[in-house]
C-alpha cells in the first residue's frame, strides 16, 4: 500500500496479506498506534512502531494470533485482487508439489545407484 493510504487505515479495516509461505489471507486490522506497556521506574505506554501514519505499521489478525504487519506489505483489500492471489497461490502450490516429487525421484535414484 502507498504511504497515502497510511494515515487513513482505522481499527477493522480489511487488508491482503499474501505470504510466499503462508498463502493469500484477508486478515483484519486489529490496532493501529500500536502502544506497549513498558515497566520502568513509572509505567508508561510507549509506541515502539512509530505512529501509523508515519510508519505505516499496524497488527493484523491472521488465523488465531496477531501479527505485526507494515502496510507496505499488505495489499488493499477487494474480491477480485484475493480471488486472482489465491488462483496464483494454487497454482505454485501444485507445481511445488510436482517438482518436489521429482527431486524426491532424483535423490531416489542418486541413492538407488550409489552402491
Known amino acids: 500500500m502507498d504511504q497515502q493510504y497510511w494515515d487513513g487505515m482505522r481499527r477493522g479495516d480489511w487488508v491482503i496479506y499474501a505470504d510466499q509461505y503462508e498463502g493469500v489471507h ?3 486490522i486489529v490496532e493501529i498506534d500500536i502502544k506497549i ?3 520502568t521506574d513509572v ?3 510507549a509506541y515502539p512502531y512509530g505512529l501509523t501514519a508515519e510508519t505505516g505499521t499496524v497488527k493484523i489478525r491472521y488465523g488465531d494470533e496477531d501479527i505485526i504487519e507494515n502496510l507496505a506489505n499488505l495489499l488493499a483489500y477487494t474480491p477480485g ?3 486472482a ?3 496464483a497461490w494454487n497454482t505454485w502450490k501444485r507445481a511445488e508439489a510436482s517438482a518436489t516429487a521429482y527431486l524426491e525421484d532424483f535423490l531416489s535414484k542418486v541413492r538407488e545407484l550409489n552402491v
Do not use: A, Q, S
Open 37 to 39: 506497556r513498558e515497566e
Open 85 to 87: 492471489l489465491k488462483k
Open 43 to 45: 509505567t508508561k505506554w
Open 81 to 83: 485482487v484475493i480471488n
Open 26 to 28: 484477508r486478515v483484519k
